[in-house]
């Protein structure tokens, strides 16, 4: 992406010191950077720090002499507009459409070729509130991409969901947005397949989704074309990208196939936890008696979709990733596993997760892996798109 023009604007939070360092490494990468600011994020940072990273004079009021017209004029100027942090107010005023002050203003006349982001700070019950969580809709649906916060420690001392991203993620969202035509590709897995064993009953697995939908929204927030086959239960990732649905085994098993065959993808994520076994006779039309006091059931064996990914996709070049969930394994153990995935299915990265490390439906604990062994690891699943996007962009670079 050319050295783009970035309209910086920020609101009144704790968080603007996070800003200020995230507008500091832009400059460095050889950015332009306007700052733009409400009269209460100046309260929490001075205009001297953020005029001295940038060199330019910060604008904070929509009446500032020689400034009448900035509301229009900075929007044609900017390449990219961000506003960081965004305040639980300023949010819920954008959804309203108010524009009693600069950063409003500015949002009611952007320019919606261009890409909008924002990175919300606030306390957790105000990014939980209703008003917040219908604003954050509504932005999202008009176009606005939103880095979700992280969860953690917050400055007024309460531990949950809330802290802006940290200052690389956000340079890291935008320095890699492209236009629609140049972006990468990634298809994504999710959720777990369901197989029938009457007209009323089905065995599946304890996917939920959640991590795959986490590691679209990093894909999403930095510009990539993301298309999302998952089951029909399953979490899904905010802001813009395909929705493919699926069932069954055999279901998840033709979509792929369909997609990968005729779509050049860049990057296949293969998330969804498949059934390993199918049930040999099925009759959807009955309900299996209730008064049986035994019941067998026969399976069978179900083919390995991931080992024939490669050769099934109209990309060769495609970059695969592949998952391996392990249950109490040692580690001599789950490297083997891993190995024997790596081999099997010639993929680039496999990345290994046990369910001693899930909490509730939140899997934790990742480790990545390529054919000379671990690379790195992330806590959780927003940490690991953060890594598997650098490592997707090293590999296409």
């Not at 992406?1 to 604007?9: C, D, E, G, R, T």
Request: with cysteine.
């Amino acid at each position: 992406m050319k050295k783009s023009n970035i309209l910086f604007a920020l609101s009144g939070s704790i968080a603007a010191y996070k800003s200020a360092d995230a507008i500091s490494k832009l400059v460095q990468k050889g950015y332009v950077v306007q700052v733009v600011t409400t009269k209460s994020a100046l309260k929490f940072i001075g205009s001297a720090t953020l005029e001295g990273l940038t060199g330019r004079e910060i604008i904070s009021d929509t009446f500032m002499s020689g400034k009448m017209m900035s509301h229009i004029d900075l929007v044609k100027w900017a390449d990219i507009m961000i506003l960081a942090p965004a305040s639980a107010s300023t949010i819920n005023s954008m959804h309203h459409g108010i524009g009693d002050n600069l950063v409003l203003s500015l949002f009611l006349a952007h320019d919606w070729d261009k890409p909008y982001f924002i990175a919300p700070a606030m306390n957790t019950k105000m990014w939980t509130h209703p008003a917040t969580t219908l604003s954050l809709k509504k932005l999202k649906n008009w176009g606005v991409k939103i880095l979700e916060p992280e969860e953690g420690a917050l400055a007024c001392g309460d531990y949950g969901a809330g802290r802006m991203v940290s200052s690389d993620l956000l340079v890291n969202a935008l320095e890699n947005y492209k236009d629609n035509k140049n972006k990468l590709s990634v298809l994504i897995t999710a959720g777990g397949t369901k197989e029938p064993i009457d007209g009323a009953r089905f065995i599946s697995n304890i996917s939920t989704g959640k991590t795959a939908a986490k590691l679209a929204e990093v894909f999403i927030n930095n510009g990539w074309d993301v298309t999302f086959l998952s089951s029909k239960d399953s979490e899904v990732p905010n802001g813009k990208f395909e929705k493919k649905s699926f069932s069954t085994f055999n279901d998840l098993d033709r979509k792929i196939k369909s997609l990968i065959g005729n779509r050049k993808f860049d990057v296949f994520i293969h998330s969804a936890a498949v059934s390993d076994y199918t049930p040999v006779e099925i009759n959807e039309q009955i309900k299996i008696d209730s008064m049986n006091k035994n019941l067998t059931l026969t399976f069978k064996k179900t083919p390995k979709i991931v080992n024939n990914l490669i050769s099934e996709s109209e990309n060769k070049a495609m970059i695969l990733i592949a998952f391996k969930f392990t249950v109490n394994l040692d580690e001599k153990q789950k490297k083997g596993k891993v190995d024997k995935l790596l081999k099997e299915s010639n993929a680039d990265i496999v990345i290994q997760n046990d369910i001693s490390d899930r909490k509730r439906d939140i899997q934790t604990g990742f480790n990545l892996y390529n054919g000379k062994g671990k690379v790195s690891e992330a806590s959780d699943a927003l940490g690991l798109g953060i890594l598997l996007q650098k490592e997707m962009r090293k590999i296409l670079s």
